[in-house]
């Protein structure tokens, strides 16, 4: 189906109707949404086309060397500091702070495809707890409600297999094709749980576990997390939605383009988008609008960087909260060893959660609530197991690190925990003052420390970690200290959306409150952080922009 | 031996594989031809590439204190030297001096041990692994883990895990598809044998 060469070329001089700035999670949904309404799209993205045939298993490559993330070749360096009062530091090895995939399809190419819906309580929480000193803690500017008939459009169309589980918010529609099979270690979990009176349910996975939409089910191969689908079984835009989009006629996916300014003209419009093409030549493409949806990190980062005299501060920025109350969710995990093989190297990497704790409960003390998961991580991976899958005191060298090595990989089990951020003022996205990335551009840098009550949640969600562990029979277990985090794969709320332009970036349909024909739609949207799987609602979110922004520019509108 | 390695290694450079290209094929035609340069450079080699047999000889000495053989081969037999090799000519160039004082530092110390050693490699195991227990936290020892472990357990076409022996220690298979069940608990459990189906 898909073709060797775009259908749609645009000329950079041809005004379309919309650029979509990124390929990714979002900018995918919107590219297939508004060109199968009928108008024109030019997608700009600054990674590769890679297609199904392209993805391996080279963890050396795609895990090691960053293929896709921050390979060194990029040269787009980001900066990281825990606090303002801190001299941020140019990031050289290992995962980025701002971590995401560079190619069309974004990180939904890459990530591990859980897609938790948030529930009512998420969109209201503020009202339902109360204030929360020094944060930004606020409702949505929608209700559960209002988004759940576009949650069911992303599980029919994107492809989400799954089955209800007890606490999950009302749906108007079943999941489209079934959970995937159940795993050792989700045996293991639902065997904990039950021994605690909790209660382990099918993770909902964009990953099929039946052919739908024709696409193939998933072959159980392993390599999800961090790797592009060979199958194009696990749902990325790039499997579900670029296809389509391209096979209207109307929407150009121009990959290796690195937008570097917003432009706007003198009635304070925007009016074309400048990037450097593969050859790192400067062009602009012309358009009606423009839609930003590059995530939360990079999509402040061109705001900001798209500054002029009109816009001093940084395009949509008259509230001065582009790049603030950045939240990546915190993380917590436990580990254990069981006496007979798990295999978690094979299939998905997540077949149950835990959904118990996903409530604020004041009897804790602090604000928070989460998921807990068992899945693989570094276990389907055996060079990052090698190095770090062994518990802290394990021989890392000689006889009785290879037999640890011999005996455990098939048996090591892992449970993540993942849970709230709350939105602070001083986490933020910056342009870096000294750093420049090789296009030329400010580096992005990167303020972020989570928040007391974030730490506590992560602690207490693993505390509950270890008991599911022992309960379920671990022969062994343990776990690192929870410390801040230093590696944000989840980039939300740096352009929050709003009523009120004073307290928001963008209005509820997406629009910015300053430039009527500049729209944001991605993680930067989200007002609050959810329970830490955030792409499901990020693509609900583009699935009912999409309608709205068909909807103004049909009606003269924008 | 030798042919039949430098055959492989030949085929691997032709194939753009030793230089570990992989995505600048995909879009990047500037970056590519920079690669095709490095592979190039190695295909005009003979069996090291890029290190000098005496650092064979030491690197083999490290990787099999790190992965010692026994009953499954150890690191230097599984291939970790020729990933080294490959490596230190593409994407960890960069390392090669560090690697090449941490030798020289070994070496030094196998001859305080040892007046009559040619270095590190020609002392027995266990006078080796004492000497590494004194620099276990160095930065070059940390380096040789870590390669030690890629050499045994990244994809054959880096050189390395030959004949997969890194992977068949760990019981890992690469496969592109498996059916369930995967492991032994939801195999008890769709035999009907499992806590879960008593429960």
Partial sequence: MQKDRPLAVFDTRREVDFVIIGSGASGGVLAKQLSTAGFEVVVLEQGPYRRAKDFSHDELGVFIQGEMTSHPLWEDRQTFRHTRQEKAVVHSQGPAPALYARGVGGSSVHFTANYWRMRPLDFKERSLLGEISGTGFADWPLSYEELEPYYTRVDWEIGVSGAPGPFDAPRSKPFPVPPLPVKSSGVLLEKGAKKLGLHAQPAPMAILSKPHNNRPACLHCGFCMGFGCEANAKSSTLAAMIPLAEATGRCEIRPLSTVFKIETNQAGRVSEVAYFDAEGAPQAQKAKAVIVAANGGETPRLLLMSESSRHPDGLANGSGLVGKYLMANGHSAAYAFFDEPLNEHKSVQVTRIIHDFYENDPQRGFYGGGGIDARAFIQASPILFAQNGLPPDAPRWGKAHKDMLRRNFTRRMMLLASTTSLAQESNNITLDPEHKDGAGRPAMRITYRDHDDDLAMMKFMQDRSMELLEAAGANTTWREPVVPETVLAHLLGTCRMGADPASSVVDPYHRSHEVPNLFICDGSSLVTSGRGQPTMTIQALAFRAAEHIAGFARRGEI | ?199
Wanted: net charge negative.
């Fill in chain 2, 1 to 199: 031996m030798k042919n039949s390695v430098s055959g492989r290694r030949r085929f691997l450079v032709e194939s753009g594989k030793l230089a570990g290209g992989g995505w600048l094929a995909l879009n990047a035609p500037m970056l590519l031809a920079a690669g095709h340069h490095a592979a190039e450079q190695q295909a005009a080699h003979g069996a090291w590439v890029n290190i000098s047999e005496d650092e064979a000889a030491g690197f083999a000495a490290v990787v099999d204190q790190v992965i010692p053989p026994d009953d499954l081969p150890g690191a230097s037999e599984a291939g970790a030297v020729y990933f080294i090799d490959n490596v230190l000519g593409g994407f960890l160039a960069a390392l090669a001096p560090l690697l090449r004082q941490g030798l020289q530092d070994i070496d030094r110390r196998a001859r305080d041990v040892s007046a009559g050693a040619s270095g590190f490699a020609a002392l027995p195991f266990d006078q080796q692994t004492a000497i590494l227990q004194t620099i276990e936290d160095t930065p070059f020892f940390e380096n040789m883990i870590f390669l030690t472990h890629c050499g045994l357990f990244a994809l054959p076409s880096w050189g390395g895990n030959t004949d997969k022996a890194g992977w068949k220690l760990l019981g890992f298979e690469n496969l592109h598809a498996w059916q369930p069940p995967f492991g032994y608990y939801d195999a008890q459990l769709l035999a009907g044998e499992g806590d879960h189906a008593e429960g």
